[in-house]
């Protein structure tokens, strides 16, 4: 059975950094692409970034582009979200998740395996 555990939350003032860290275990972590998901307090969860299971490719919505930064080290089995620039509306739990497709995909029903979250608190 997969298990994905987040770290690295917290409360950050507007313009700060925080990185975060994911967790895979019970699996071979490299036969997994990778994403980021958040969700805001009465918001749907939403898609955040992704990362190929090599890591060579990435992608990232809109709004955090030019900010955030995903990356994975397979030999220590995490994938990680670096947060620059942040903004009061990053403010969400974040979530990492894994998937078996070979693409990179946006859609939260695409991924099989989620971990428990972590709240990212950005103060203005």
């Known amino acids: 059975q997969v298990q994905l555990v987040e770290s690295g939350g917290g409360l950050v003032q507007a313009g700060g950094s925080l990185r975060l860290s994911c967790a895979l275990s019970?699996?071979?972590?490299?036969?997994?692409?990778m994403g980021w998901f958040r969700q805001a307090p009465g918001k749907e969860r939403e898609f955040v970034a992704a990362?190929?299971?090599?890591?060579?490719?990435?992608y990232y919505a809109d709004s955090v582009k030019g900010r955030f930064t995903i990356s994975r080290d397979n030999a220590k089995n995490t994938v990680y979200l670096q947060m620059n620039s942040l903004k009061p509306e990053d403010t969400a739990v974040y979530y990492c998740?894994?998937?078996?497709?070979?693409?990179?995909?946006?859609?939260?029903?695409?991924?099989?395996?989620w971990g428990q979250g972590t709240q990212v608190t950005v103060a203005s």
């Open positions: 998740a894994a998937s078996s497709d070979s693409s990179l995909r946006v859609a939260l029903t695409m991924y099989d395996y």
């Open positions: 019970g699996r071979t972590f490299s036969r997994y692409t």
């Open positions: 990362i190929s299971r090599s890591g060579g490719s990435t």
